[in-house]
């Protein structure tokens, strides 16, 4: 089934460490983007990127990074990891703008 | 910066009823709005969408009215079944934009 896949789906990592959240999509969406999703707050956008090569701030885009080296791929990045990123990530895709975002199924991530 | 809201933070209904969930937004430049749908454990699942240039979009059981007087949003779902119990938000964006703005959500229980 088309779609987005997020990995891991959850992880619990010591503060300081480095983490990757991998994203993948096959539906040839151009634009992927990171959300986070805590209670009482919604879903943030933490950063986003609009075509292959290119990459954008978000609303919380402190303490992450992201590349898009192509399509398909959209890594999220915790340098150092903080408890305040405890939190459910939520990758997703659209077309283009002004289309439909379609997300994964998140991954849950707890900094101790 | 403008954000999205909801009237109501819990709905319950009996099934077979049929359900509106309200969205109030803030931003009069927003052309474009999504319905989103999230079951525990998921992501946000999309319904429906509807362009500034409409005021109802149907859809399977689910219809989108938009009052832009008003800025005000609502879906309302036919018949509601107990696989209808979520969370539902809105997020709304200007048309050019890849950045969606959410809602908190409102949670939907459906009651047999």
Partial sequence: IAGITQAPTSQILAAG????LRCTQDMRHNAMYWYRQDLGLGLRLIHYSNTAGT???????DGYSVSRANTDDFPLTLASAVP???SVYFCASSESEGQPQHFGDGTRLSIL | ????GLHL???SVQEGDNSIINCAYSNSASDYFIWYKQESGKGPQFIIDIRSNMDKRQGQRVTVLLNKTVK???LQIAATQPGDSAVYFCAETKGSNYKLTFGKGTLLTVNP
């Fill in chain 1, 17 to 20: 460490r480095r983490m990757t």
């Fill in chain 1, 55 to 61: 990459t954008g701030k978000g609303e919380v885009p």
């Fill in chain 1, 84 to 86: 305040s990123q405890t």
């Fill in chain 2, 1 to 4: 910066g403008e954000s999205v």
């Fill in chain 2, 9 to 11: 933070p819990t709905l």
């Fill in chain 2, 72 to 74: 005000h949003l609502s």
